[in-house]
């Protein structure tokens, strides 16, 4: 038997100093070649200029005031503004607290009539439609008359009043009124998401004299792809803004471009210390350079600012509490909608009602061949309408009030000797209730290529850590309007035999 044996062999770099200063002070053997590098590089062009070192600045912040949905200062502005009543009240709590309170009332010798259909449980998304029994919503509201001891719904008791509904079904989009001191902040066709400082619009102007004084030191404005203030840095090629082309018809990218490469190093920010659901107005700024010398700061100039709310003044801006990574969950509700152009018509189809899909539409019959009676004549069938599929609802143009609208209507099944209506909507996305008069929609809340209408249910965080549910609906736009083949009058052809 052959043993082989493997021989390694290492080169290892015996160092000659046992002092790693001078190894990390990492000298330079002919320093005239760097200064001349930097001559011809042009480093030792200076300006006689300077860089800030400290700011101070006054500030002042008033209070967004209060609606029926919660307060702007703690509750997130999306839970607010997209609330509905009775968020409180989730499938589980209806269940749970319908069932506690039916039990503490049968302890306590209360007949609650079981035949109150009103009483019972119904409407509840998927998983909770195969609960029944007592709603422990529909008790709450009735306990007085039903002589239900509040104590019997458990110990966190509803809220006393419910949130307003600021949904507006004619324009597919929420609107909602705040005041904050004297300023009027108006948020319109809101679509559902993240709501900011740019989803409202002011009118009025916040106080500008006063305010808590603060001292912070600036920094420079840092992002991906900025040049570095200094000549042997590194940059971080992570984004190239230069790479990006200009438009040729925009000649403002261009200089915008060239703005942020060659002047982003002159660039300095500092932090402002703000409370959400305020609005902060800087009443003045000073800012001290390198030699000491003192600059006040003019506010920006009319029509430019990066951060500016429609209508309120230049040195303020609206801080929202704004829900961040909400967690959101399974669509509820799901409802397409979009103007078809040949039948004159505009269709809302319910996809998706309290959690369960809606049927498809039925496909279309294959072609019957034709057939010849004795007389020789094509057999033919007389339709006076083209059937609907279910969950679609037309809409047709009627002027209300002096003006043009999108009213809901009613299909009818004409295959019958009697028309018989086809059922009504049932998603709360075209029910307006509690009245339920008839929908109507704005056409210009219908684009061309038709939108999608979603209902969920949201959970956030306030800023005192609790936890906030509201029930959001939020639109989208499609590809395409929901559309299909409406034929009046039509003859098919007749099947062999019939």
Do not use: C, Y
């Given at each position: 038997m052959a043993i082989i044996y493997d021989l390694v062999r290492r080169i290892t770099a015996t160092p000659r100093l046992d002092d790693l200063a001078r190894g990390f002070a990492a000298e330079v053997a002919d320093p005239a070649w760097l200064l001349g590098r930097q001559w011809q590089l042009g480093e030792h062009q200076g300006e006689d200029a300077s860089s800030p070192v400290r700011v101070h600045y006054a500030c002042r912040q008033t209070p967004i005031e209060p609606l029926s949905g919660g307060d702007p200062v703690t509750t997130p502005a999306e839970a607010i503004v997209e609330s509905e009543p009775f968020d409180w009240w989730t499938p589980g709590r209806r269940v749970g607290l319908g069932r506690l309170a039916a039990d503490a009332a049968g302890q306590a010798g209360v007949a609650i009539p079981a035949d109150d259909r009103d009483l019972l449980l119904a409407g509840l998304p998927v998983p909770y439609d195969t609960f029944t029994g007592f709603d422990g919503r529909a008790l709450w509201a009735r306990r007085e008359e039903l002589g239900l001891d509040p104590s019997w719904f458990g110990p966190a008791a509803p809220p006393e009043r419910e949130p307003e509904d600021l949904w507006d079904p004619t324009e597919f989009g929420y609107s909602a009124d705040f005041t904050a001191g004297g300023v009027d902040l108006a948020v319109r066709r809101h679509d559902g998401g993240d709501l900011d400082w740019y989803s409202a619009d002011a009118s009025g102007t916040a106080a500008a004299k006063g305010g808590e004084k603060r001292q912070v030191y600036p920094g420079r404005v840092r992002y991906p792809g900025a040049p570095l203030p200094r000549w042997w840095q590194i940059e971080d090629s992570a984004v190239d803004i230069g790479g990006y082309p200009p438009d040729r018809s925009h000649f403002a990218t261009l200089l915008l471009i060239?703005?942020?490469?060659?002047?982003?190093?002159?660039?300095?920010?500092?932090?402002?210390?703000?409370?959400?659901?305020?609005?902060?107005?800087?009443?003045?700024?000073?800012?001290?350079?390198?030699?000491?010398?003192?600059?006040?700061?003019?506010p920006p100039a009319d029509g430019w600012s990066l951060y500016a709310t429609e209508g309120l003044g230049r040195e303020s801006l609206v801080?929202?509490?704004?829900?961040?990574?909400?967690?959101?969950?399974?669509?509820?509700?799901?409802?397409?909608v979009g103007v078809d152009e040949d039948a004159n018509l505009a269709w809302a189809v319910e996809r998706r009602v309290t959690g369960r899909d809606v049927g498809s539409p039925p496909d279309p019959p294959p072609p019957v061949p034709e057939t010849v009676d004795a007389s020789g004549r094509l057999g033919h069938t007389y339709e006076a309408a083209t059937r609907t599929p279910p969950g679609w609802h037309p809409y047709v143009i009627?002027?209300?009030?002096?003006?043009?609208?999108?009213?809901?209507?009613?299909?009818?099944?004409?295959?019958?000797?009697?028309?018989?209506?086809?059922?009504?909507?049932?998603?709360?996305?075209?029910?307006?209730?509690?009245?339920?008069?008839?929908?109507?929609?704005?056409?210009?809340?219908?684009?061309?290529?038709?939108?999608?209408?979603?209902?969920?249910?949201?959970?956030?965080?306030?800023?005192?850590?609790?936890?906030?549910?509201?029930?959001?609906?939020?639109?989208?736009?499609?590809?395409?309007?929901?559309?299909?083949?409406?034929?009046?009058?039509?003859?098919?052809?007749?099947?062999?035999?019939?």
């Open positions: 060239d703005l942020i490469v060659n002047q982003s190093d002159d660039w300095f920010d500092f932090p402002v210390d703000a409370l959400a659901g305020h609005i902060v107005t800087l009443t003045s700024v000073t800012v001290v350079d390198s030699f000491g010398d003192k600059w006040k700061l003019a801080v929202w509490a704004a829900a961040a990574t909400p967690l959101s969950g399974p669509v509820l509700d799901e409802v397409t009627k002027p209300v009030d002096g003006r043009r609208r999108f009213v809901q209507a009613r299909a009818a099944d004409l295959t019958g000797p009697v028309p018989v209506l086809m059922p009504e909507p049932v998603s709360d996305l075209l029910v307006v209730a509690p009245t339920h008069p008839v929908h109507q929609v704005e056409p210009a809340a219908i684009p061309v290529d038709g939108l999608r209408l979603e209902r969920r249910a949201m959970l956030a965080r306030a800023t005192d850590g609790s936890p906030v549910l509201w029930t959001q609906r939020r639109r989208a736009p499609l590809l395409t309007p929901p559309a299909f083949r409406l034929h009046f009058d039509a003859l098919t052809p007749q099947p062999p035999g019939a």
